[in-house]
Each structure stands twice: as C-alpha cells, then as structure tokens.
C-alpha cells in the first residue's frame, strides 16, 4: 500500500520556489499522493499563473493564526496522546538555538506543530517532507514526532549552513528517516554536522527543470548582445561585483547590456553601483517577475551570469542551458557538478571581477562559442536534471 506524503514548506507556491511545485507536479504525475501544506500564503501578487493558483487552493496553511481553532488543535493533542505531548514540547525546547529570543519562538513553533499535526491526522498523512532545514522544518519535525510519522527534508545550500539554521542541522539529520541533498556540496557539508555512519541516509536528489514547459531561445537582430541575471537582490548574489565586471564588459563593447531580473534589500547600493560606473543606459532593473516572464527574458538573452558569492545549485542556470542560452558561473558550492568550464558553460573563480569580465568578453566576442556551450548545456539538463529523473530517488522512498 503506498504511503500518502505531505510536503510541508515556508511559504507554497513562492516565485522563488518553483522547482518545489515541478517536484510536487512529478511526484503527482508518478503515482504518488501528495498533500502540500504551508506555513504562511503566499501575497497575492505572488500567484500569477492558473497552476499556481490551483497550487494555493489546495494547500493547507498555518497562519495567519487562529487563536481558537489552534486553542482546540493543542487540547486535543494533549488528551489524545498526552505522552508524546509532553515529549514533543520537551523536544522544541531542546532543538533551539539559545537565549530567550530562541526559546520565545519554541513555544510558537511547538503550537504550530500542533496545529499542523491534527491537520496531517485529518488527512491520513503518512510520511511528511520538508524543503529546507529552516525553521518550518522545526515544525514539520515536531509535529511528525507527536504523530509518530516518518519525517525528511531536503537541503539546499548557504540558508541552512549559516546560523541558526545551522546550529541544529545535525540535529535534524539525526531524527529524519532520510535527507534530500540538491549537490554532492551540500552533502558534504552536511556531513560535517554528523557522524560518519549517518552518511548513508543523505541521497542526492537534483532539482529539476521541467523540459517540455522551457520556451524556446529566441534570437534577435537589434546588434546587442544581452546578458541577463536572474537573482535576489541580496549581499550573497554578488551584484555589485557583476557591475564592476560589467563596466570593463561596457567600455570594450558597446553594443553590451545587462539585465538584472529580481528584486531584494540590496537594490539601492546596486543601483548606487550602477550610477558612480556610469552605466545607466547599460544596465536595467527589471524587478521581481513571475516565472513565464523570468524565462521570457532568458530566452531573449544571449548569456545567463551567475555572479554568487555563495550557492547552492542554482536552478536558473538549469532552465537557462535547458532554454539554449549558454551560462557564466562562478566555480562555488554545487555550480561545477552542472557547469563544467569551456564544456557546458564558462567558470570564473568566485569574487574575481576581473575573470567575470573576461568570461562575459569571450561570450560576447564569439558567437560560435556560445552556441557550442548551449548545445552541450542542453544536453546535460537532459542527462541529469529534467524533473521527472530528479524525482526518482523520492518517488522510491516514497512509494
């Protein structure tokens, strides 16, 4: 009999998340049945497409909260497993990071779980997943505890090595049945958190692309060569760096442009960037767009950049070497296990400015060689990342 999951995330759907709601469509679409369970909605300016508003009607979501129906959820799980109510509520307060602030959110986090846990009941839920080792997983793992219930998650990169997160990533290791790593380097750092002899419950589970939904490249002939970004605006991404690059790319190529897709806390020292290297008329900030007109713009691009100071495995590059636009990456976190240089894209060591630019330079000079790294980038999507092989290894443990 096959197990009925529960995928439990911070916010679902989220723009900057889609790769979970191609991961939920294809576990679906496989066999498996799947609830999906939130722990705030999403803004409705963020649901811009019919599957995504499809997504958000059917997914159960804690807050905004309630205080009487959570009043009721908690009473109920006291008397009817008094017990592991009084294990779970110890277990908040020992997975936590320390001082008062820490132990405040505890006891929000174990009221959640409760919460959470009489509507997993509800729904005959059988094994839940987390997407990252945030504080959602903290609610997932106590809610699946009371419940007695398998429990995993996923990690993707810098969120949950970085404190607090990853202060009880060992932890949280320790309890789940399994652990999704989106990278060989996440698994490696998640390794470090833990014994040797938990190494083998940590699986490697891409995420991916779905191939049949990316939109064609589009090719222009306006004589430009436009190189877009697709990233929140945010210290880690590296923004600043890329405009200094950029205004080398500027002066030796006139014909240049960027486009920086996103939108976050760092957009005035970007646009401040921007201004002292006199490129107002080069570079374009586009702002948070919905996923179509995100990949809209990369296919009408003629190169993708990454300029990350820390990553993951960034899913853009994915959908852009899916696209047929070839990709500039720096050689940090998972990147090189999707891009290998002057094969299925270029590589530049992270934080040099001046090889970003002589990258961006080569792309911009030689047509050819883009066109040779788009084929090679397409084909190792294929092999690796279409979302319907990622999801195998789940969908075994799953079914």
Sequence with gaps: MSQRIGYLTSQYPAPSHTFIRREVEALREQGIELDTFSVRPPKDDEVSSALEQDERDRTYYLLPPEPLPIARAVARALVKRPKAFVRTLRQAFEHRPPGTRGAAYAGVYFLEAMHLAAALDQRGIDHLHNHFANSAAIVGHLATSYLDIDWSFTVHGISEFDYPAGLLLGDKIRKAKFVACVSHFGRSQALRTVEPSLGDKMIIVRCGVALSQMPQRHRRDDGRFRFVSVARLSPEKGHVGLIKAFARVARERPEADLLLVGEGPRRPII?????????????????????RDVLTEVANSDALVVSSLMEGLPVVLMEAMAIGVPVIAPAVGGIPELVEHDVTGLIFTVSNWNGLASRMLALASNIELGDRL??????????????????????ARFG
């Design 374 to 395: 788009a084929v090679a980038g397409r084909r190792r999507v294929e092999e690796e990342f279409d979302v319907r092989r990622a999801v195998e290894p789940l969908r």
């Design 271 to 291: 646009e401040a960037a921007i201004a002292e290297h006199g490129l107002a008329d080069r570079v374009r900030l586009l702002g948070q767009m919905t996923e």
